[in-house]
């Protein structure tokens, strides 16, 4: 069975950076994609960022593109995100997921709204202003 767990939230002022990390255990992630989504209070749980197993395919969502960082360790089965330039509109609780179908597989479910794949527990990031 996959577990997955988020660390690395917390409380940051708008322009500030965080770095989240996400640990996998219960198999070898070596050929799944990994990905981040965010869920704000009272919305829908949208599809952050990606990465392919190899690390080649990267996907961003637009309203994060050039400020967030994803990329993986995966002799630590670790995803990571690397948040700079924080908005008070990233406040959210983070969560990472992860999917064993190909990358083109899931990377169309993941942007079409899908919540396909296992997930963790989240991690609150409050930006204030």
């Known amino acids: 069975q996959v577990q997955l767990e988020e660390s690395g939230g917390g409380l940051v002022q708008t322009g500030g950076s965080l770095r989240l990390s996400c640990v996998a255990s219960?198999?070898?992630?070596?050929?799944?994609?990994m990905g981040w989504f965010r869920q704000a209070p009272g919305k829908e749980r949208e599809f952050v960022a990606a990465?392919?197993?190899?690390?080649?395919?990267?996907y961003y969502v637009d309203s994060v593109e050039g400020r967030f960082t994803i990329a993986r360790d995966n002799a630590k089965n670790t995803v990571y995100l690397q948040m700079n330039s924080l908005k008070p509109e990233d406040t959210a609780v983070y969560y990472c997921?992860?999917?064993?179908?190909?990358?083109?597989?899931?990377?169309?479910?993941?942007?079409?709204?899908?919540?396909?794949?296992?997930w963790g527990q989240g991690t609150q990031v409050t930006v204030s202003s």
């Open positions: 997921a992860v999917d064993s179908r190909g990358w083109s597989s899931v990377l169309a479910l993941w942007r079409g709204g899908s919540i396909s794949g296992s």
């Open positions: 219960g198999r070898s992630f070596g050929n799944y994609a």
């Open positions: 990465i392919s197993w190899s690390g080649v395919g990267i």
